[in-house]
């Protein structure tokens, strides 16, 4: 009870002499600290906020100027022109201002405002700047002087110290393409797909579209694009992501891993300790704009809009469609163990706790032995769940009482954790390890993780992490640069001791973890129950396996003068059809941040190139030299489609917004509604790493990242994750479902590891001894078998 005593700021008892008043000077203490703190984040705040808003000049280039103007008028110069003369006579009358101090304040209104019009001019030539796109088309490594002067001239405009956010008034706008340039791209992306005569109707669709709605729609788009900020991420956000109404678990979540070979500490507490610790710095630093912005080639800055709704953000569902709520600074987190959710308080007079503290109330909850309240154990399920049923349940169940406070200290929490009570970890001796650990991250038990919340952070039992995340808010690179923060933070600057503990001391008296309370009706826990079994149902028909190539990588794809990207794309292409003896429609994930507000656009893989290399491998005629300029041509082929998308000259979100459009104008067009149906049957992406180089991989080597994946798109179709790691290791996330005869995701990896073997192998002149990796790889893949 001590700790509840310190948490009341004041007592107070009546007696026959009047009111006896009892002041904590230590709560006392706390509250003046925490308001100190915020006053001083305000300051932060509000410092950054004017170095942001004049970026990419300074407040100081602004005295400059003033002393400038003014050092010229006592040379009897006038550089306004007269401008100072119709300021000075245009200003009130005032028995306070002399003629001379009339005339500095007209010099000092004139040197801001000529200020703010080169704030104005650098901007927009910057802009303009970064407007050109043909630096990406060079080869790589090979610069023209033309390219190299840009360059020049971008670091010059970009200014020194940005911050987070000081690029992007400076973005250049998504551009809308041709609706001709769309189409014949979309025409070529299909034919290896279709037979001559289904091409042959496709074709005239596409005609009959460009010749009538077409030009209506594209005109409407092109408004939107000079009204809106971004013309596609608006609408991407809503229809593909908040308006749907099916289960969002395995469906649209996506997950992140540990460090592969490295586990700092075995102990659960201390972990997350260190983790939920490093995430407060970098939220910190998030809502200050204090993190460096990303810049290609180290210059050519990214669109940072997306990070702003990282903490504090929870998708709440609607019966018609769901809506992203984002607050302002929390200071609670939420725990769930063992069907309990508990709610944690994050500061402390004023300040983050520290790791040794969170480590403790960490402890405190998993020590904690009290049985799960009616209906709390599989509560969770609801955000697994369909939407509509969990919309009606939350107004009818959750909108009074203790429901409604329990689930707004949920929903309104910095970000949702679970201490798990399994162990997971990749384990190279154990040949399903990866795939349990994978799946515990995409769907758990379908009730231990919050759904809804941006991100769901996991620890487990025998010290691993890892992340569940909520896609409608951001992409996977967002959550990579947070992920690849804390992963350096936790060990290389905070560290744990010998025996496994948070390092630092700890404050007496912290109050312990509060238990959410509930008030669960029957007929509400049935609801949650039928959530519960159809979350099951999808868990368990999640095929997933988990891979890591060890037999080459980076290193050697470049050394063959090729795109690693590419290289693996290709081989994907030919994995996929010794799988399933044919073509699919294949997406691949490609980001658009050099736009402001830009999340991503499509790559098709599946290409005229790529498609006559496959048949030209699985011809036993064709010769070696024959394949290897086939590979060269589609891997050619596949980097000129992702510039393309890059630059804003993709297919698919340009007939998506058409598409939208159509229905705002309810008008009908059989050709995007036949694109719009086309199933992704290979879904791809490349999870990003070392946006930050806070490692060095050549002195830490160990200190490396698994990636993440995501759940299967297509129903008889495969979801494809792969992370590119230092020079020598690649790994794949590959699920599919149990449900489809057609699809294997063992089989599928097993043709994927092929595939990259013989590709390589047209460039390797030397054939017959096995490399000791692949020896080692296939005993492993024989035990996997067996198992």
């Not at 180290?298 to 469609?321: A, D, H, K, L």
């Not at 690649?730 to 063992?746: G, L, N, P």
């Amino acid at each position: 009870m001590a700790e509840a005593h310190q948490a009341v700021g004041f007592q107070f008892t009546v007696t026959p002499d009047g009111i006896d008043l009892h002041l904590s000077r230590e709560v006392l203490k706390h509250i003046y600290l925490s308001g100190v703190t915020n006053w001083r984040k305000r300051a932060i705040k509000f410092k950054n906020g004017v170095l942001m808003g004049v970026y990419p000049a300074s407040p100081s280039s602004w005295l400059i100027m003033v002393i400038a103007i003014m050092s010229t008028m006592y040379t009897r110069l006038d550089p306004s022109l007269g401008m100072i003369n119709k300021i000075k006579n245009t200003l009130p009358a005032s028995d306070y201002l002399t003629v001379q101090s009339q005339v500095v304040l007209s010099a000092v209104l004139f040197a801001t405002g000529l200020w703010l019009a080169l704030i104005l001019l650098l901007r927009y030539s910057l802009k303009a700047l970064l407007s050109y796109h043909g630096w990406i088309f060079e080869c790589h490594g090979a610069k023209s002087l033309s390219t190299k002067i840009w360059l020049r001239l971008v670091t010059i405009f970009s200014g020194r110290r940005p911050l987070l956010y000081s690029f992007q008034n400076s973005l250049p706008r998504l551009p809308v393409p041709s609706v001709d340039d769309t189409i014949n791209r979309y025409l070529e992306s299909v034919r290896p797909l279709m037979g001559d005569g289904q091409y042959q109707q496709m074709e005239s669709l596409a005609n009959d579209f460009k010749t009538h709605p077409a030009p209506r729609l594209q005109k409407y788009l092109k408004l939107k694009s000079w009204w809106a900020t971004n013309y596609v991420s608006d609408w991407w956000e809503e229809y593909i992501y908040l308006r749907g109404r099916s289960p969002i678990m395995v469906n649209s979540n996506f997950y992140t891993m540990d460090l592969m070979y490295v586990t700092p500490t075995h102990r659960q507490g201390a972990r997350a300790g260190n983790i939920v610790h490093a995430m407060l710095q970098y939220r910190r630093k998030l809502e200050r704009g204090e993190l460096t912005p990303l810049r290609a080639l180290g210059v050519v800055p990214m669109c940072s809009y997306q990070y702003e709704r990282m903490f504090n953000t929870t998708r709440i569902p609607g019966i018609e469609t769901d809506f992203v709520q984002h607050l302002s600074d929390r200071k609670h987190l939420v725990v769930y163990h063992r069907g309990r959710f508990f709610k944690l308080w994050l500061y402390y007079g004023g300040r983050h706790l520290l790791p040794a503290e969170l480590e403790m109330q960490f402890q405190r909850i998993l020590n904690d032995t009290t049985p799960p309240q009616q209906g709390e154990l599989k509560l969770a399920a609801l955000t697994a769940g369909n939407r509509v049923p969990w919309a009606r349940a939350r107004l009818r169940y959750f909108s009074e009482g203790v429901n409604k406070a329990s689930l707004e200290a949920i929903e309104t929490a910095a970000f949702f954790l679970t201490l798990d009570d399994e162990a997971h970890g990749y384990d190279p001796d154990k040949a399903t390890s990866l795939d349990l650990y994978a799946k515990s991250l995409l769907h758990g038990k379908c009730y231990d993780r919050w759904f809804d919340k941006s991100f769901n952070l996991i620890a487990y039992k025998n010290g691993k992490m890892g992340v569940n995340v909520e896609h409608a808010w951001a992409d996977s690179p967002i959550v990579g640069h947070m992920w690849e923060y804390v992963l350096a933070t936790d060990c290389f600057q905070l560290g744990y001791t010998e025996e496994g503990h948070c390092k630092g001391d700890i404050v007496q008296g912290l109050a312990p973890p509060t238990k959410l309370q509930w008030d669960i009706p029957v007929a509400c826990q049935e609801i949650i129950e039928d959530s519960y079994q159809l979350a099951k149902q999808i868990a368990d028909d999640v095929d997933f396996h988990g891979y890591v190539f060890e037999e080459f990588g980076k290193g050697l794809i470049k050394k063959c003068r090729t795109s690693p990207d590419a290289f693996i794309q290709i081989a994907l292409q030919l994995a996929h059809f010794r799988n399933k003896g044919r073509f699919c429609l294949t997406y691949e994930s490609s980001m658009t941040r050099m736009f402001r507000e830009g999340r991503t656009e499509t790559v098709r893989s599946c290409t005229v190139e790529s498609t006559a290399f496959v048949r030209a491998m699985e011809n036993p005629t064709q010769k070696k030299e024959e394949r290897l300029a086939l590979f060269r041509n589609a891997a050619e082929k596949h980097q000129q489609m992702y510039r393309l998308a890059m630059t804003g000259a993709g297919i698919d979100r340009h007939l998506f917004c058409l598409y939208i459009m159509s229905k705002l104008l309810a008008i009908d067009s059989p050709f995007l509604k036949q694109v719009l149906s086309e199933p992704w049957r290979l879904s791809t992406s490349q999870t990003p790493q070392q946006q930050l180089n806070m490692v060095d991989l050549h002195k830490h080597p160990k200190y490396v990242g698994l990636g993440g994946g995501f759940g299967p798109v297509a129903d008889d179709g495969y979801g494809v994750s792969y992370i590119i790691v230092g020079e020598d290791l690649v790994t794949f996330h590959i699920s599919s479902k149990f449900s489809s005869s057609e699809t294997d995701s063992y089989r599928f990896g097993q043709n994927i590891r092929q595939a990259m073997l013989d590709i390589r192998d047209l460039f390797d002149q030397k054939d017959g001894k096995k490399k000791p990796k692949e020896e080692k790889k296939e005993q492993r893949e024989e035990e996997k078998k067996s198992a």
